[in-house]
């Protein structure tokens, strides 16, 4: 009989864990340091929670099941509900605003395998609940910008737009909803060709040739903030989305007080998303090609959707896994040492005892060790270091232990120095 894991899913081994938890150790410092602090959220939660969110064609994507008392349940597609499912059941009342909070989990999702796509894969990321515009957004994206910095990621580009400008001229022209939503999409797709016969084909989604000939203009527009005056040019006839844009010039006007300047405007960023409000962005790495999204966030009203208060929020979340891809493509990895600082090998039975000893006080001390368990003669002991890449060794003999020492030796000089049992705590922190 064979098992295999399942379709979309991953086996990590030593070295690739070791690899991802420093990763996600660096983005915590990087979030604590801003003030966020880490929640957790089930692995799975109430159907309703997503298809409220995403609507009911989401169901196709997901995990979703019936539990034992005829609960529908799936397992979670992404946080960024969970999360608000926790403010409002837990958090609402009791804290005062804002509430800075981050996360780091996998999540589930019945897809396609394909490269850089699995079914089970990891987010982490943010939510800043109840910060005024635009200072909450632009200390976010100088989070962002700032942990990809901290993980050795140079040359990301954030990409930021403000859905209120098109969505202003589309409530200029009278454009109803259901259509709003299929050019959002259409839009987020990024293809310039397929938005163009979208709106200006034999078939067009707008009734209204001077909206889509603005809403192409507008969608070719990206630069730095030299073009927010071709912006501003496009849209002076129509009142509705001027707020909006007066919003992205003091954003933009607010990250350079927070020293980001590595950001692009692109008003084809769409996160095709109903619930986003405002400001949103995506980090491009051009370099991983049509994988080069590695996090997408924004501005939105997701609380109110699920029965709350009207309260902004932004947020964003990493693609775990893509980072790591980037990482591992873009930076030059370090090649990773001993998961342990010292290896002890007793020389024959009767010194075992005493060997398991100096393995607990050394362990008892934060100095990681292992230490033989399967009575293996001494130079199988060495070559069993040797495989661990391990620099120091503890060679526990009779001679030694009967002035109370052992032997340390230097794996890489081959140097072997007598120590006391008393001093090696000591001795091994002094040499690290």
């Known amino acids: 009989m064979e098992f295999n894991k399942p379709r979309g899913t991953r086996d990590f081994l030593f070295d690739e864990m070791r690899h991802r938890n420093e990763v996600a150790s660096s983005l915590r410092n990087v979030f604590e340091n801003y003030g966020y602090q880490e929640i957790k959220t089930p692995l799975f939660e109430e159907l309703k929670l997503f298809t409220t969110k995403s609507g009911e064609e989401i169901i196709d994507q997901l995990y979703n099941f019936t539990d034992k008392s005829n609960r529908e349940l ?4 992404e ?3 969970p999360v608000a499912r926790l403010y409002l059941n837990e958090l609402q009342k009791s804290s005062s605003k804002p509430i800075k909070l981050y996360y780091y989990g996998s999540c589930f999702r019945y897809e396609r395998p394909q490269k850089g796509r699995f079914r089970q894969f990891w987010q982490f990321g943010c939510e800043l609940i109840g910060a005024k515009s635009p ?5 976010v994206i100088a989070m962002c910008n700032d942990s990809l910095d901290k993980i050795g990621i140079t040359g990301a580009d954030i990409n930021i737009n403000h859905l209120g400008i098109i969505r202003g001229l589309f409530k200029h022209f009278n454009i109803d909803a259901a259509t709003q939503r299929e050019v959002m999409v259409v839009i987020d797709k ?11 084909g034999e078939n067009p989604l707008i009734d209204s040739e001077e909206l889509n000939q603005v809403l192409i203009k507008l969608i070719d527009l990206v630069g730095d903030k030299s073009i927010l005056k071709d912006i501003e040019e496009l849209i002076k006839e129509y009142e509705e989305p001027k707020d909006s844009f007066e919003e992205l010039k003091q954003l933009v006007e607010t990250l350079n007080s927070f020293g980001v300047n590595n950001y692009t405007i692109n008003l084809g960023v769409a996160r095709g998303l109903d619930y986003y409000t405002g400001i949103v962005f995506e980090v491009y ?19 109110k959707v699920f029965g709350g208060e009207e309260i902004e929020s932004t947020g964003f979340a990493f693609g775990f896994d893509r980072l790591m891809n980037a990482i591992e493509e873009l930076t030059d990895q ?21 060997a398991f000893e100096i393995a607990q006080l050394l362990r008892r001390n934060g100095i990681a060790c292992d230490v033989d368990l399967n009575r293996k003669k001494f130079k199988k002991l060495m070559n069993h270091a040797n495989n661990l890449k391990v620099e120091k060794v503890i060679i526990v003999g009779p001679k030694d232990l009967e002035e109370n020492n052992v032997t340390l030796k230097d794996m890489n000089s081959g140097e072997q120095d007598i120590i006391s049992i008393d001093s090696i705590v000591n001795t091994l922190k002094e040499e690290e």
Not at 135 to 139: I, L, Q, T, Y
Not at 190 to 200: C, F, P, Q, V, Y
Request: proline share 6%; charged share 30%; hydrophobic share 35%.
């Open 334 to 354: 370090k090649e990773l040492g001993s998961h342990i600082d010292v290896y002890i090998a007793p020389i024959n039975e009767e010194v075992r005892p005493k």
């Open 74 to 77: 799936a397992l979670r597609p």
């Open 135 to 139: 200072e909450g957004e632009a200390e």
């Open 285 to 303: 790495i051009p370099e991983l090609g049509a994988q080069k999204q590695v996090c997408g966030g924004g501005t939105y009203s997701l609380i």
């Open 190 to 200: 990024g293809d310039k060709e397929l938005l163009e016969e979208s709106l200006i």
């Open 79 to 81: 946080i960024t509900a």
